[in-house]
């Protein structure tokens, strides 16, 4: 094999295997930040070697056992020097230490130390961006330059983050841990709004040329699955898994061979992927069974399902959506939930029912910088015939976005509402 298909095979077994490695040594050096380091010190090492002497037959336990073994040296180097500091100071380093838990940790099964790293990476002590940056870093093994490309922001910056990120944690000594019952809803809470974070990037791109980046809804896909698989009693868990996965089936019909965008409506749904629509409707299904209510999640992707059966636009039980959406923003009570549920009613109830409930969130304010308001007000304007209304509101909605191939579908929108091609 030569040596750029080696450290191509390195890269992807790094891709792979980068966040078991990171969080088993976080087990044992309690520290995110300087698990990363090692972890990454064995990455380095297999490109010095393995171009010499093949890729092994087990490439992950070949990383594992060598960053486990950096790992022991560190912290018996400063165990060492921990001891020769208290002998200074007349201390007893004896009192309370175990001197073979080091080992032990080392030599434990993985169990929950991926779940653990989740809850650390997605900690609400950490600003959403950095838990964000350090969660694609950690657990998505996606380098700096990939986090900043995705997110179409600077490298330094991305970088930035994630170092206040990791000082962060470690200053305020955040265990690597489970946490207590007591904690775990809130803290559970953070992980999925970090994924499903990372999902609707890549599902509509909140600026720059692409209306999609596919690569980031994998990557949280993959996150998601395996959440699901270790924390398999949380419903919410199987709900946000059940909604990204039927969303995800969309994601090919999503845009022309153009890249520019297609509507729901109007997308081909003989298209839409069928094996991961049935993972979503089993892991909704998986989800329902384990509560006696849905939280927002599981409302989510019950509405995403009823898209997902209905063959065509007309076959979709708009009446069964809008009541959801009336449970879900009354959970949330969030505005752009508000704004979802006007689209339902305006489907269901017709067009001059969901204008009301958008020029009632117009006048509240709460959404007045985000351009999917005046984008579905003008939508509904067209249908009741008020083009140049319709018009003005589209003009409106693309000032607002930043991604330049839904402003130039809005843009397409206000011209067509000015020629009267309706």
Not at 220 to 236: F, H, S, T, V, Y
Not at 251 to 263: E, Y
Not at 349 to 369: Q, T
Request: glycine fraction near 6%.
């Amino acid at each position: 094999m030569k040596a750029t298909e080696v450290s191509g095979a390195i890269h992807v077994v790094w891709r792979i295997e980068s966040a078991r490695l990171i969080a088993r040594l976080t087990r044992m050096v309690r520290d995110v930040g300087l698990a990363e380091e090692l972890a990454q010190d064995a990455f380095v090492t297999a490109l010095e070697q393995w171009p010499r002497t093949g890729i092994p037959d087990n490439p992950g336990a070949w990383l594992m056992t060598t960053a486990k073994r950096r790992a022991l040296d560190h912290l018996r180097h400063r165990r060492m020097r921990d001891r020769k500091h208290a002998l200074m100071h007349g201390l007893d380093m004896e009192a309370g230490h175990n001197g073979g838990q080091v080992e032990a940790d080392a030599d434990d099964e993985i169990g929950d130390d991926l779940l653990r790293l989740m809850f650390i990476a997605c900690h609400p002590l950490l600003p959403p961006e950095a838990r964000t940056a350090l969660t694609l870093r950690l657990l998505g093994g996606l380098t700096t330059a990939e986090i900043a490309h995705a997110f179409l922001v600077s490298e330094p910056t991305i970088a930035q983050r994630i170092v206040r990120a990791q000082r962060a944690l470690r200053e305020a000594h955040v265990p690597f841990e489970i946490p207590a019952r007591g904690e775990l809803q809130a803290r559970l809470s953070s992980v999925l709004q970090v994924i499903y974070l990372i999902f609707n990037e890549g599902y509509a791109a909140t600026a720059g040329d692409d209306w999609m980046r596919p690569a980031l809804c994998e990557e949280a896909l993959r996150l998601g699955r395996i959440l699901a698989e270790l924390a398999p009693q949380e419903p919410e868990v199987h709900g946000l898994a059940a909604l990204m996965e039927i969303q995800a089936s969309r994601l090919r019909t999503r845009a022309d061979s153009n890249g520019d965008p297609i509507l729901l409506l109007d997308q081909d749904r003989a298209r839409w992927d069928r094996l991961l629509i049935h993972r979503g409707l089993a892991a909704l299904a998986r989800g329902e069974a384990l509560g006696e209510t849905r939280g927002p999640y599981l409302l989510q992707a019950a509405i995403a399902a009823y898209h997902a059966r209905a063959a065509a636009p007309a076959d979709t039980d708009w009446d069964a959506i809008m009541t959801l959406y009336e449970k879900l923003s009354l959970l949330t009570l969030s505005p752009v939930v508000e704004l979802n549920r006007a689209v339902a009613v305006a489907m269901a109830a017709g067009p001059r029912a969901g204008l009301e409930i958008v020029d009632r969130l117009d006048a509240e304010g709460a959404l007045r910088s985000y351009h999917l308001l005046p984008s579905v007000r003008g939508d509904l304007l067209q249908k009741l015939g008020r083009l140049s209304e319709a018009k003005a509101e589209f003009e409106r909605a693309a000032t607002l976005t930043r991604n330049e191939r839904e402003r130039r579908l809005l843009q397409d929108r206000a011209s067509a509402c000015k020629s009267g091609r309706v």
